[in-house]
């Protein structure tokens, strides 16, 4: 691999010396226990020195769920600090639109949608109106992926565009039926407890939680310029019947 990356080091542009590897998915990695250990832990703790051993600027993706557990000391003592990526705030933590993060979630929209027309409003163009893109952008929760699969879904539902109301509305309702198969009957309160407090307990029922994208961390700066975290659960939850029940136990 070091031959390779010696090869590949001759190609790059004028000014540049040091190459850089961004290993994606890893963060995916499906969570396996055997015993006490997990493959998480065999993979970015074992074999710590074999990921560190490439002469080369490395950027692994590593499962939330590790970043929240018990090991994370020891993630940090291998590899320096670890950059945990927030959702782009949509909402504040009250609930409200948050027009700054909205506007960045759009332009992740529009700089794609350049790729293929350059021409469109995305607004009035691409969308039918401003609503149904407002709508979509809010129901991604500020997670680029979620931002991205709901945009091609309702691509896919559009014989031309603008892309519609109607369409947005179906991809949104797939996507829902998709989480709401990912929580297990017991985690539905557990949902309806963050909803409300904006806080999570770090153990592993919450860590699942944030594996499968049903529970969402942002961040913000305070006044006194400090660093804030909330969690919420996904957009897409609000509107499933047992996630509605599970709250109204709770008011």
């Avoid at 020891?74 to 409200?96: K, N």
């Avoid at 879904?153 to 797939?174: F, H, M, N, S, Y």
């Avoid at 407890?193 to 904006?198: G, H, N």
């Amino acid at each position: 691999m070091n031959e390779f990356l010696a090869d590949a080091k001759k190609h790059l542009p004028t000014g540049y010396t040091q190459l850089a590897v961004i290993v994606d998915n890893l963060d995916r990695m499906v969570l396996v226990k055997d015993g006490d250990r997990t493959n998480y832990e065999e993979v970015f703790l074992d074999r710590s020195e074999q990921l560190q051993a490439l002469d080369c600027h490395l950027i692994y993706t590593v499962p939330i769920s590790m970043l929240y557990s018990t090991r994370t000391t020891d993630l940090r003592d291998i590899y320096g600090d670890l950059q945990i990526l927030p959702m782009i705030m949509v909402r504040t933590r009250t609930g409200e639109i948050y027009d700054p993060g909205l506007k960045k979630v759009k332009e992740v929209i529009r700089k794609r949608v350049r790729q293929i027309e350059q021409e469109l409003s995305l607004e009035n163009g691409i969308f039918d109106s401003p609503n149904t893109l407002e709508r979509l952008c809010l129901m991604s929760g500020g997670h680029v992926r979620n931002l991205l699969l709901l945009t091609q879904d309702a691509i896919g539902r559009t014989e031309e565009l603008p892309i519609t109301e109607k369409a947005v509305r179906r991809a949104i309702t797939q996507a829902r039926d998709t989480y709401r198969r990912a929580v297990e009957n017991h985690q539905w309160s557990l949902l309806a407890e963050v909803s409300l407090s904006k806080r999570i307990i770090n153990d592993d029922q919450y860590r699942s939680l944030m594996y499968n994208r049903c529970l969402l961390e942002y961040r913000y700066l305070d006044d006194d310029g400090e660093m804030q975290r909330w969690y919420d659960i996904h957009p897409l939850i609000q509107g499933i019947p047992e996630f509605k029940e599970a709250v109204a136990k709770l008011l």
